[in-house]
């Protein structure tokens, strides 16, 4: 299976994810949401999201597709989400969320692809939103693990952190399978995909166990 074919398989299971994470933020506030639940969900967003998933297109896809220097201009969908990320202006507000915290670690992006976003490459903005994803997630870690002793309004705090990740999340998903990955699919030749077959190979083997950690964690969440 190819890596843009693993990637979407993946995001057919995110996507199982983030209406059951999303109305968890919703049923919060009134204490409907079991701690088990919320556990089960950090362990799937740590495990298969962040590391696995994250990683496979940091590692593996991103550089690819930066070689081919051919990512501009992607077209309607592209300018559609692209227009939709400036709108969110997610950025700003987890910007501003996360001074509350501050032993927070600061984010360290991969090293195989740091120089994209010194070089302001198109691949920043998805690149931007895993870092999103990143400081909403130590957040919401943080809020769960104070809930024996939360106030009603840290539970809002929690409520709005878990809805602003599960839009999030779904926002890059889209943006994914709608504009980018149909851009790469485009301009990467045959050859070029074919070239990362035995990294990637290498890359499932040694995160086997995280993936399968992490679907465990959502099947069990969704049948709780």
């Avoid at 362990?43 to 297109?57: S, T």
């Avoid at 991103?62 to 969908?77: D, E, H, K, N, Q």
């Avoid at 050859?191 to 077959?197: F, P």
Wanted: glycine residues 4%; negative net charge; charged residues 30%.
């Amino acid at each position: 299976m190819s890596i843009l074919s693993q990637l979407k398989e993946e995001h057919d299971n995110i996507n199982k994810f983030i209406p059951t994470f999303y109305k968890m933020g919703i049923n919060l506030v009134s204490r409907e949401v079991r701690k088990e639940a919320l556990d089960l969900s950090m362990e799937f967003i740590l495990n298969y999201i962040e590391n696995y998933h994250h990683g496979k297109e940091e590692e593996l896809l991103f550089p690819l597709a930066a070689s081919c220097g051919l990512l501009r201009g992607g077209g309607p969908r592209c300018t559609h989400f692209y227009g939709k990320f400036l709108n969110t202006n997610f950025n700003r507000r987890i910007s501003a969320q996360v001074k509350n915290y501050p032993d927070i670690k600061e984010y360290k992006i991969r090293k195989s692809v740091s120089r994209l976003v010194e070089e302001n490459s198109p691949l920043k903005i998805p690149l931007e939103e895993h870092e999103q994803g990143y400081y909403l997630v130590q957040m919401i870690k943080f809020e769960i693990s104070k809930m024996n002793e939360s106030t009603r309004e840290n539970l809002f705090v929690l409520s709005k952190l878990i809805r602003w990740y599960a839009e999030t999340l779904r926002n890059h998903v889209d943006k994914e399978n709608d504009c980018l990955f149909v851009r790469l699919e485009s301009v990467i030749h045959e050859d070029q995909w074919e070239s990362l077959n035995p990294h990637l190979e290498n890359f499932n083997y040694k995160h086997e166990e995280t993936k399968l950690k992490g679907l465990e964690s959502l099947n069990s969440l969704l049948y709780l």
